[in-house]
């Protein structure tokens, strides 16, 4: 249990177009979501916070604008990367939190496989 | 803030051996999370271990423990018994223990290689 799925696994686009990543929890709901990016040999830094029918928060630095987070349910976010640059190329991850009333712990992330993100 | 801080950029052991990996934190909260995630080379993360800071218990899962010193803000990973397939970045993260989903603070990262 406890299965997250990302897609897409990769994705190369041209410079100054949109590229939409969907983040989905197949067996369970997720009232919250969190969208990291790591950079190569690097941690993962967090992005944004994603909470089910309201706007998500986004880290220092982030801008919303230009990653915007949409969870319109309680087993998808989306993260659209908006007129890419290759400055914008990196690996993306999702998690998703199960929500309280599951069997599973809340507390725990559960991640996807992330995107890998090329920008030309 | 919080800060979680691992101090072995990389680490190498032998099959069947025994291997340490060092984490501390910093936080000025009393209630909090504490995890261990494996990240292979195909960059998925995978949960490791969690530990309860309430908990005064370490956390054990099969081959791997952890050595949880609260006081120290100390939380080490041993695995026990290495085998291949233990090789990959294992990242120490920090979540703050709220009513709701929390978000995580990583590490840096520890490279472990597992060699015949």
């Known amino acids: 249990g406890a299965v997250v799925s990302q897609h897409p696994s990769r994705v190369i686009c041209k410079s100054g177009t949109s590229v939409k990543i969907e983040c989905r929890s197949l067996?369970?709901?997720?009232?919250?979501m969190f969208w990291y990016r790591q950079f190569p040999k690097q941690s993962l830094m967090l992005m944004a916070t994603?909470?089910?029918?309201?706007?998500?928060?986004?880290e220092q630095g982030v801008e919303k604008d230009k990653f915007l987070i949409n969870h319109a349910s309680l087993t998808l976010s989306t993260l659209t990367v908006t007129s890419a640059h290759p400055e914008d190329s990196s690996f993306y991850i999702c998690?998703?939190?199960?929500?309280?009333?599951?069997?599973?712990?809340?507390?725990?992330?559960?991640f996807g496989a992330g995107t890998r993100l090329s920008v030309l | 803030a919080q800060t979680v801080t691992q101090s072995q950029p990389e680490m190498s052991v032998q099959e069947a051996e025994t291997v340490t990996l060092s984490c501390t934190y910093d936080?000025?909260?009393?209630?909090?999370?504490l995890f261990w995630y494996k990240q292979p080379p195909s960059r998925q993360m995978i949960l490791v271990i969690r530990?309860?800071?309430?908990?005064?218990q370490n956390a054990t899962e099969n081959r791997f423990s952890v050595n949880f010193q609260k006081a120290a803000k100390s939380f080490s990973l041993k695995i026990s018994d290495s085998q291949l397939g233990d090789t990959a970045m294992y990242f120490c993260?920090?979540?703050?223990?709220?009513?709701?989903?929390?978000?995580?603070?990583f590490g840096t990262g520890t490279r472990l290689q597992v060699t015949l």
């Open positions: 998690s998703a939190c199960p929500s309280a009333d599951r069997e599973f712990t809340k507390n725990i992330q559960y």
């Open positions: 067996d369970f709901q997720a009232t919250t």
């Open positions: 994603s909470n089910e029918g309201s706007k998500a928060t986004y």
């Open positions: 936080t000025s909260e009393n209630n909090y999370y």
């Open positions: 530990q309860e800071a309430y908990k005064q």
């Open positions: 993260a920090f979540m703050k223990h709220t009513g709701t989903a929390s978000k995580l603070t």
